[in-house]
T-cell receptor, first 115, second 113 residues
Framework: AQSVTQPDIHITVSEGASLELRCNYS??????LFWYVQSPGQGLQLLLK??????LVQGIKGFEAEFKRSQSSFNLRKPSVHWSDAAEYFC?????????????FGAGTTVTVRA | KAGVTQTPRYLIKTRGQQVTLSCSPI?????VSWYQQTPGQGLQFLFE???????NKGNFPGRFSGRQFSNSRSEMNVSTLELGDSALYLC????????????FGPGTRLTVL
């Protein structure tokens, strides 16, 4: 069965500092991986995705993520955080025929940005 | 391309009532998934409809049901509302095929009094 673990429930970071959010997945084959961001009371917006190929993927809003098969991880990074990056972030895995195309989401990491 | 739309955006109901939420997916998408999001339980999968058929189902009671129409629009119904049904209900639109990248709507905020 597929699953996602986001070990950090809450992260506080200073504006301008770097950010890294952890995501570990459990999946039997090569996974499809996603990161989403959610502002309060809003829907989820896709930040980036990994399907195959280059293990370092670039997304919107200056985010990037690195797929590491050996560590079953897909960590999200941003070199310099802006106050508008305060939100909740979700990692997801799945979407393949072997699991009926279903996506499994992590519990989310809330990011607070301090001035 | 227009995004995913959900109506209504906000809803207030009382216990025992029923409610219907609507989701219009992105044009060309054949799959609609529904999620319930609460502060305590996080994001929980309700069900997915693909080409008018329920393809996946989460662990929710039978009070939660859905359907999908031939134009891919989907509705979700909750009968006999309970206080614990208060949540943000999100729908996600996708092609329904691998990698099944999902695009979310803004959600419907349901409050049960």
């Amino acid at each position: 069965a597929q699953s996602v673990t986001q070990p950090d429930i809450h992260i506080t970071v200073s504006e301008g500092a770097s950010l890294e959010l952890r995501c570990n997945y459990s999946y039997g084959a090569t996974p499809y991986l996603f990161w989403y961001v959610q502002s309060p009371g809003q829907g989820l917006q896709l930040l980036l995705k990994y399907f195959s190929g280059d293990t370092l993927v670039q997304g919107i809003k200056g985010f990037e993520a690195e797929f590491k098969r050996s560590q079953s991880s897909f960590n999200l990074r941003k070199p310099s955080v802006h106050w508008s990056d305060a939100a909740e972030y979700f990692c997801a895995v799945g979407g393949s025929p072997s699991n009926d195309y279903k996506l499994s989401f992590g519990a989310g990491t809330t990011v607070t940005v301090r001035a | 391309k227009a995004g995913v739309t959900q109506t209504p955006r906000y809803l207030i109901k009382t216990r025992g009532q029923q409610v219907t939420l609507s989701c219009s997916p992105i044009s060309g998408h054949r799959s609609v998934s529904w999620y319930q999001q609460t502060p305590g339980q996080g994001l929980q999968f309700l069900f997915e409809y693909f080409s008018e058929t329920q393809r996946n189902k989460g662990n929710f009671p039978g009070r939660f049901s859905g359907r999908q129409f031939s134009n891919s629009r989907s509705e979700m119904n909750v009968s006999t509302l309970e206080l614990g049904d208060s949540a943000l209900y999100l729908c996600a639109s996708s092609s329904g095929l691998a990698p099944n990248e999902q695009f979310f709507g803004p959600g419907t905020r349901l409050t049960v009094l």
